[in-house]
Every structure is written in structure tokens, then in C-alpha cells.
């Protein structure tokens, strides 16, 4: 019990040591997310990253989903930090999925005021999962979500994540509803 206070202390400490984003909170305007399979476009990493700023920053409730997929075909990605991601801060509830995917090397992507994960809409597997939080093919060192307390409805995802390795401390039961199919799909973990 002792350790588990003194790691929730640091996660909290670091989590409050996060500087918010550089834009307005759009307070009581709800944002329109993406719909399945349609992720932000771009030439290269920077360019994703901007519209997916420009598309987020300051909001703090999705109508749809937030897919952040970096593929592209630069052979020099950007040097990639918690503050590439830092248009999530003031987010606190999505409708639909939270994907992240071929993201490489980030040290931490931290979403401090994420509460909700509703799964109004979800991404269907051939085996029969419902998925509403992805993290998939990706180099992320921690994913970093202190607040989140609920995921409504839908399964929940990781395959082939590098290092990431507190998502296993995790207690799902306590966050996907009880009274939904919500799960941990089968993972594949490297």
C-alpha cells in the first residue's frame, strides 16, 4: 500500500508539472472527432501533427474519435516529445475511439483530464471485438491517462507496443462498464 501511495503521488506530481498547450479552452463547445478510418492526412509527421492541433486543441468534449496515426513515408520522423501531443490536455471525453498507431519513440503521451471513454462508435475485429482504446504498432513509453474512469461500452487493445508497460498495472475491470461487453481483447504483446 505504501509503494502504490508513492507512485500515485509521482504520477500525480508529474501530471500537474505538465504545461498546458498554448490555445483557449473551448469550454462548453463540444468538437467534432473523426469517424472510423479516417485519420489526419498529411506529407509528413508535422503536418498531421498541426491539423490534429488545430482539429483539438482546447477541447474538452469529442463527438467522434480521436485516431492519431503517424505512418507516413518520411525517412527522418521528428524527434517526437509529450509536447507533440500536447493538444489532448484539456480533453475529458470522447464519444467514440481513442486510437494511437504508428507512433514512433515518444516518451510519454499524457491525456490528464481524459475521464470517459463513451464508445458510441467502435472499430469491429474478425474476432468479434469491439474496440474503442487502440494502441497499436507503436513506441510510446508510457500512456499516461490518471483521470480516466470509465469506458462505457467496447474492448480495449494493445498489440505490438515496444515498451509500454503500465497499461498491465492498470485495473480494467474498474474502468470498462460493468454492465457492457467491455473487455481486454487478446493481446499480442512483443
Not at 47 to 69: P, R
Not at 116 to 133: A, F, H, K, M
Not at 153 to 160: K, M, P, R, T
Amino acid at each position: 500500500m505504501y509503494i502504490q501511495s508513492l507512485f500515485l503521488l509521482a504520477l500525480l506530481s508529474l501530471v500537474r508539472s505538465l504545461t498546458p498547450p498554448n490555445c483557449t479552452v473551448r469550454e462548453g463547445t463540444t468538437c467534432v472527432g473523426d469517424e472510423i478510418g479516417n485519420f489526419a492526412q498529411g506529407s509528413s509527421i508535422a503536418d498531421i501533427l498541426d491539423e490534429l492541433s488545430e482539429q483539438f486543441c482546447g477541447c474538452t468534449h469529442i463527438t467522434g474519435s480521436i485516431q492519431i496515426d503517424l505512418s507516413t513515408t518520411e525517412d527522418n520522423p521528428l524527434n517526437l516529445t509529450e509536447n507533440s501531443f500536447d493538444f489532448l490536455y484539456h480533453v475529458q471525453e470522447i464519444s467514440g475511439v481513442l486510437r494511437f498507431q504508428n507512433i514512433s519513440s515518444v516518451p510519454r503521451i499524457v491525456l490528464p483530464n481524459l475521464v470517459i471513454i463513451r464508445g458510441d462508435e467502435q472499430v469491429p475485429t474478425s474476432e468479434g471485438d469491439r474496440l474503442v482504446l487502440i494502441v497499436r504498432n507503436t513506441e510510446i513509453g508510457e500512456l499516461i491517462m490518471p483521470q480516466l474512469r470509465e469506458i462505457s461500452v467496447g474492448d480495449v487493445l494493445f498489440e505490438n507496443t515496444g515498451d509500454l508497460c503500465n497499461y498491465k498495472t492498470v485495473n480494467w475491470a474498474d474502468i470498462l462498464n460493468e454492465g457492457t461487453q467491455g473487455r481486454m481483447a487478446p493481446l499480442e504483446v512483443n
